[in-house]
């Protein structure tokens, strides 16, 4: 299908070059027909209560498994997506895909069953963002309070006046935000106040190191209780061992999300363990 370079062309680039480029151009049109292709799925991770062990919500993360690549990880292939702008249309489908499975989730599980849903930096710079996001939601017919928008925060504290007008857009539809990978960028303190997100979450790189490493252990509860002082409920990420569970739990922290708890799900999988948590 795709036209052969030219031969001047071509002797620009070594054959190292060319073949990387040959790799990454033949990857960003497989990624491309990944949704006509029926290659993505959505699988749902628990957000669990640290006070009761109850899943209160779960965060939506995207499965892309290639028939001709076998399956690829989100972190490889979102900058991708992000590259040639697909993302765009790929963020579409992840919101109207996790939304249609919320309605199951209220419907079986509980009714204020909360969805987290991650976005990136081009579909938070998108220009019709808010405008997708409220069509989305109006089709879906799903309680705007229910869902929370994940992003990092690199992209909250980047450009951080735009990114205050988005946020109050996104908040004008009813919908709640979290602060991801929170501990692994800069923060104006200010800014952070002003999101009023709803959750901020703990990067997984500190919890790691919990509760072996003194000085991890110390800025972990820190940023545990700035999240209160900020009014935030503060997630953990990444959480794997008791250890690091007794150590949160002793630090005020809310919600644990890690494989301690429970991997990420499918939908069936995430009724049954609601069913029997
Ligand atoms: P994230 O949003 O910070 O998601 C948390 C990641 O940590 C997930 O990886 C999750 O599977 C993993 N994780 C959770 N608990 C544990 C644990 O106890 N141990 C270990 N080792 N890992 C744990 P995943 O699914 O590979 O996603 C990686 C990143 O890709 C996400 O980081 C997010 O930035 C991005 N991503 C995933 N789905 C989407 C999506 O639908 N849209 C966008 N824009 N980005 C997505
Ligand atoms: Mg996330
Ligand atoms: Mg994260
Ligand atoms: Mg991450």
Known sequence: KSKENGKG???L???EMNKQLKTKIRLEELLRSSLKNNEMNLVYQPKVSISNRAMNGAEALLRWNSRELGSISPSDFIPI???TGFILEL???VLQQALRDLSDFQKVLSSDFEMAVNLSASQFHDKKLV????????????????????ITENMAMEESNKAIDIINHLKELGLSLSIDDFGTGYSSYNYLKQYKAKYLKIDKSFVDEI??????????KNIINLGHILNMEVIAEGVETEDQFHFLKSSN????QGYYFSKPLSKEELIAYGRTD
């Open 211 to 220: 509760p072996e490493d003194k000085s991890s252990g110390l800025i972990l």
């Open 131 to 150: 405008t997708r996001i409220e069509q989305i939601i109006q089709t879906s017919q799903i309680n705007p309070s229910t869902v929370n928008l994940e």
């Open 13 to 15: 680039f070594n054959d």
């Open 9 to 11: 062309i071509s002797t």
């Open 253 to 256: 922290c809310d919600i644990i």
């Open 91 to 93: 963020g579409d489908w």
């Open 81 to 83: 997506a992000e590259e």
